[in-house]
């Protein structure tokens, strides 16, 4: 879901038309090898969504970060999510270990956003993968505050970065916005969505570094928009 964001957000910042098709998650596999698109990790072939078909160019692209520069390859004209001279820097960017302390926070709360068939799958895969009932991965207690205080830690990190720019500066690099400001933008919306808006656990990040978070949110709140 967090990917779909960054996905969505890349395509609304350069402003290009699109149509969304919603994929329920046992039926991923077969429709990406149905229309030609590779899978996302070649360890054991694995797909993922988001895929992008483009039907000027006839071209079936996955993974976001390989969307968004066959995006900024194919349609130059538009805003350029890696600006010139940003490709190494970009390449790396990320929030750090944020997916270690964010799932197992979010997976329980994930499932009540799908529809019973995805439910399903989605519980019966990650179970078996981190080997645990999804409720029990995050109870509330000390592992529970444990995983916020990582969280929070991996946030402010960010934060320090950004806060190099100075205060004027609302994106990764000063001015410029870029893919990894999506990367920041989709993450935090994910939370928002999945945390639910009114939760106490939302209000709480968006206290973080003096509202940094939700800040940026409304920053990019004209991209968020969903387009069927």
Known sequence: MNAELNFRLCLNIK????????????????????????????????????????????IVISN???????????????????????????????????????IPIVAPLICAH??????????????????????????????????????????????GWLAKNGQRKQFVMGDLMSYADVTIVGCVMFMKLILGAESQEWKEIESWHDGRWSTFLADFAEYLVVVV
């Open 114 to 159: 799908l529809s019973p068939v995805s439910q399903e799958y989605y519980r019966r895969t990650k179970e078996l993968s981190f080997g645990n009932k999804l409720e029990d991965l995050s109870p509330p207690g000390p592992l529970r505050i444990q995983h916020w205080q990582q969280l929070k830690h991996c946030f402010g990190v960010v934060d």
């Open 64 to 102: 976001s970060i390989d969307i968004a520069r066959y995006l900024d390859e194919t349609y130059p004209s538009t805003t350029q999510l890696f600006p010139p001279n940003s490709n190494p820097l970009l390449e790396s960017f990320q929030i750090p270990n944020i997916r270690a302390c964010l």
């Open 15 to 58: 402003g290009l038309r699109y149509r969304t098709i919603w994929v329920e998650f046992p039926d991923i596999e077969a429709l990406c090898k149905k229309i030609g698109a590779k899978p996302t990790s070649s360890v054991a072939p694995f797909y993922t969504l988001p895929v992008i078909h483009d039907p000027s160019t006839d």
